[in-house]
């Protein structure tokens, strides 16, 4: 399983960033994949995840803290997920990281849960 992730970067508060996550290496299309962060100092936070369109349902899950701001989506035949974010804010500085193999069942969703994991892509909301 390999995963890397791009388009992190310094953007100012209020403004948007596509994050791709490009899968390989494993049966992509039959699973959940789940985007985190982490903040200096503080703990993974998962953020959106979303289901398998051929083994489950495609439904995506939003934690509360970007719902409405961040959109999650995938892409099974070019083996990439993506998180679209907008109205950036200086709290959303982190380091994202997608996973592959965990639940994706609800808003709430952990690191522990999942198995593989990307090397992430710094994030920073600055002006």
């Known amino acids: 399983v390999q995963l890397v992730e791009s388009g992190g970067g310094l953007v100012q508060p209020g403004g948007s960033l596509r994050l791709s996550c490009t899968a390989s290496?494993?049966?992509?299309?039959?699973?959940?994949i789940g985007w985190f962060r982490q903040a200096p100092g503080k703990e993974r936070e998962g953020l959106s995840c979303?289901?398998?369109?051929?083994?489950?349902?495609?439904?995506?899950f939003d934690a509360d803290s970007v719902k409405g701001r961040f959109t999650i989506s995938r892409d099974n035949a070019k083996n990439m997920v993506y998180l679209e974010m907008n109205n950036l804010k200086p709290e959303d500085t982190a380091v994202y990281s997608c996973a592959v193999d965990g639940p994706c069942y609800s808003s709430k969703f952990y690191d522990t849960e999942y198995e593989y994991w990307g090397q992430g892509t710094q994030v920073t909301v600055s002006s």
């Open positions: 290496r494993f049966t992509f299309d039959n699973y959940a």
């Open positions: 979303i289901r398998s369109t051929e083994t489950s349902d495609g439904r995506t």
